[in-house]
T-cell receptor, first 110, second 113 residues
Framework: QKEVEQDPGPLSVPEGAIVSLNCTYS??????FMWYRQYSRKGPELLMY????GNKEDGRFTAQVDKSSKYISLFIRDSQPSDSATYLC??????????FGKGTMLLVSP | NAGVTQTPKFQVLKTGQSMTLQCAQD?????MYWYRQDPGMGLRLIYY???????DKGEVPNGYNVSRLNKREFSLRLESAAPSQTSVYFC????????????FGSGTRLTVV
């Protein structure tokens, strides 16, 4: 079983839709949870960072962590074509390097 | 503020040739990383340097060597390139090893023919 599982997509939605992106993980020692966004032919950039269960909001983005289910989500409200990118979850135990999911490609059509 | 700078951006090598990918960061970060990204495989860690003077293997170190030249610079060397090393290579840095705020460079697209 991979440590971090993420559906590769692509996920296609119309502009204005609410998007839900998800990851599951297997190691209960993971404590820190991140979402990175990667535009085509660019490096990943940090989007959201949380270390606790529950929700964290930043503008149109909400990161949700459920440690009991080992499940993390990223919600995007009022999605825009500029949100079209690959979204990678990343998880950290506190003792080593980040573990990345393989990424979900999101396509938002006008 | 440039962040993480990688050179070159593109490179074509013949099988057996060698080359060094350069990476420099200007954020005074202690930790630096080299990843490769392939379709369907995600980001895979090649080597990392927790701090100046130390380097450690990641998930896919075979065929690569690294040098942490100083706190700013971390280079990746391919001694004898193989077609399997065709990939996009990303350098990243963070304040400390594993802390979440990785800053990535824009990548080097390497093709080995």
């Amino acid at each position: 079983q991979k440590e971090v599982e993420q559906d590769p997509g692509p996920l296609s939605v119309p502009e204005g839709a609410i998007v839900s992106l998800n990851c599951t993980y297997s190691n209960s020692a993971f404590q820190y949870f991140m979402w990175y966004r990667q535009y085509s032919r660019k490096g990943p950039e940090l989007l959201m960072y949380t270390y606790s269960s529950g929700n964290k909001e930043d503008g149109r983005f909400t990161a949700q962590v459920d440690k009991s289910s080992k499940y993390i989500s990223l919600f995007i409200r009022d999605s825009q074509p500029s949100d079209s990118a690959t979204y990678l979850c990343a998880i950290y135990s506190g003792y080593s390097t980040l573990t990345f999911g393989k990424g979900t490609m999101l396509l938002v059509s006008p | 503020n440039a962040g993480v700078t990688q050179t070159p951006k593109f490179q074509v090598l013949k099988t057996g040739q060698s080359m060094t990918l350069q990476c420099a960061q200007d954020m005074n970060h202690n930790s630096m990383y080299w990843y490769r990204q392939d379709p369907g495989m995600g980001l895979r860690l090649i080597y990392y340097s927790a701090s100046e003077g130390t380097t450690d293997k990641g998930e896919v170190p075979n065929g690569y060597n690294v040098s942490r030249l100083n706190k700013r610079e971390f280079s990746l060397r391919l001694e004898s390139a193989a077609p399997s090393q065709t990939s996009v290579y990303f350098c990243a840095s963070s304040a400390e090893v594993g802390t979440g705020g990785y800053t990535f460079g824009s990548g080097t697209r390497l093709t080995v023919v």
